[in-house]
């Protein structure tokens, strides 16, 4: 009977045994380099053992206490121990089990035979789980001490980072399409302008009128870009002061009034008048409102009316203030999505009313760092209503306003 059939079949008690006595210091120093960022990176050397205990710390506990899911296994890939989150993120599994049975992908046998054919440096490869959700995985596999046999196999999951790599790479791509329309339809009246209209008055008259229409158009989509832009910066920065909410949004109504009167529009409010105070940056509020006002304005126009209202049952509830127009509504599929950036339920009519799909994302931005949230009503062909909830300020911090 050779040494590895001897050892395969020590108990699992003879195992742990020898991962205590032996393995505290090796496995403390392999989690520490699988955490640092990748293979060979410089190890981290685990600080000086002292009296602190750990040499007589379990290692299954430093193991249990990994977030991620982690197996150890030896030289024949059999299981040794599973975390609680790989049983968790893969099922549970009897301790001798095949990791190349658990895991039938080929770059999972790969990595796991390099690691136990010896490798000094950790391996890496990249592994998706399909079912029953997709996930992403980096996942390491690295020896633990020089002899011991015996070797760990982490899991990073990285699905959020990819979605968040996703989301940024697609937001690229919808900020380059929606500047490179009017660029493209500047371009093309420059050469119209130099040939064949090069003598006409009229036409050119016209073309110049489009051109700076789309001149304007990129300016308002650069405007929103910054906008996002500068709230991403600060996203957990509580705005600070406090703000009478309605005579703030009396204050955009009257700005908006001339706008309202264009669309056919006219703006009513129903606004107590006692102050009602909510923790917030003026200017970041007026965004807000004006937002939700415009849009109603250019999208509920046909209505002929906006009714806006604010409400605060008592001092601790919450104060809520709502813009309701008349006009087509939105579908209910649609309203779950309209505050994603650069989403419309109709992307002509959006450019027709100069939008450039980005307002309610920078509403909805703002007010996440105010605590407040947005809520939305529609039904088809009955208009749709913007609630903004924001929290009350205890009557005991309420200062007098602004
Ligand atoms: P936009 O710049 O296109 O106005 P927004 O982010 O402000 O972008 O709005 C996203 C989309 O939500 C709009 O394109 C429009 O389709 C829809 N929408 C917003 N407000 C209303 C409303 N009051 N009535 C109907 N549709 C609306």
């Known amino acids: 009977?050779?040494?590895?059939?001897?050892?395969?079949?020590?108990?699992?008690?003879?195992?742990?045994?020898?991962?205590?006595?032996?393995?505290?210091?090796?496995?403390?120093?392999?989690?520490?380099?699988?955490?640092?960022?990748?293979?060979?990176?410089?190890?981290?050397?685990?600080?000086?053992?002292?009296?602190?205990?750990?040499?007589?710390?379990?290692?299954?506990?430093?193991?249990?206490?990994?977030?991620?899911?982690?197996?150890?296994?030896?030289?024949?890939?059999?299981?040794?121990?599973?975390?609680?989150?790989?049983?968790?993120?893969?099922?549970?599994?009897?301790?001798?089990?095949?990791?190349?049975?658990?895991?039938?992908?080929?770059?999972?046998?790969?990595?796991?035979?390099?690691?136990?054919?010896?490798?000094?440096?950790?391996?890496?490869?990249?592994?998706?789980?399909?079912?029953?959700?997709?996930?992403?995985?980096?996942?390491?596999?690295?020896r633990i001490g020089n002899d011991t046999g015996l070797f760990v196999l982490l899991f990073k999951d990285q699905s959020e980072a990819r979605r968040i790599d996703r989301m940024r790479a697609d937001f690229i791509a919808n900020a380059s399409h929606e500047l490179r329309t009017p660029l493209a339809s500047i371009a093309g009246f420059i050469e119209t302008l130099r040939g064949p209209a090069r003598d006409d008055a009229v036409a050119r008259e016209n073309f110049l009128q489009i051109m700076h229409n789309q001149t304007q158009r990129m300016a308002r989509l650069i405007d929103d870009l910054l906008s996002l832009s500068r709230l991403e910066m600060k996203p957990y920065l509580k705005p600070g002061g406090q703000v009478d909410i309605a005579r703030l949004v009396e204050g955009v109504i009257e700005a908006m009034r001339h706008l309202a009167g264009e669309s056919g529009v006219v703006i009513e409010s129903a606004f107590p008048a006692k102050p009602i105070l909510v923790a917030g940056n003026p200017d970041e509020l007026v965004q807000v409102f004006e937002n939700l006002l415009e849009n109603a304005c250019k999208y509920g126009g046909s209505g002929g009316r906006v009714l806006v209202s604010a409400e605060q049952a008592s001092p601790l509830d919450e104060v809520r203030l709502t813009v309701r127009d008349f006009g087509p509504g939105i579908a209910e599929e649609h309203i779950p999505r309209i505050t994603e950036r650069f989403y419309r339920v109709d992307v002509e009519t959006s450019r027709a009313q100069k939008g450039t799909g980005l307002g309610l994302s920078i509403?909805?931005?703002?007010?996440?760092?105010?605590?407040?949230?947005?809520?939305?009503?529609?039904k088809p062909g009955k208009g749709a209503a913007f609630t903004v909830h924001f929290p009350p300020v205890p009557p005991a911090v309420q200062s007098s306003g602004q």
Do not use: C
Not at 55 to 78: G, H, K, M
Not at 363 to 378: F, Y
């Open 1 to 142: 009977m050779n040494a590895t059939e001897n050892e395969r079949r020590q108990t699992a008690q003879g195992i742990w045994q020898r991962l205590r006595d032996v393995l505290i210091t090796p496995l403390v120093r392999g989690v520490a380099r699988l955490f640092s960022s990748e293979p060979g990176a410089r190890p981290v050397e685990p600080a000086s053992t002292g009296d602190s205990g750990i040499d007589s710390l379990p290692a299954v506990f430093l193991a249990a206490a990994v977030l991620d899911p982690l197996y150890i296994f030896d030289r024949n890939a059999e299981i040794l121990y599973a975390n609680e989150a790989a049983d968790r993120a893969f099922g549970p599994v009897a301790t001798g089990a095949s990791l190349r049975l658990k895991f039938r992908a080929p770059e999972m046998h790969a990595l796991v035979n390099t690691a136990a054919a010896g490798s000094e440096e950790p391996v890496a490869i990249n592994y998706a789980e399909r079912v029953p959700v997709e996930r992403a995985y980096r996942v390491v596999a690295s």
């Open 363 to 378: 509403v909805k931005h703002i007010l996440t760092r105010h605590d407040a949230r947005l809520s939305v009503k529609s």
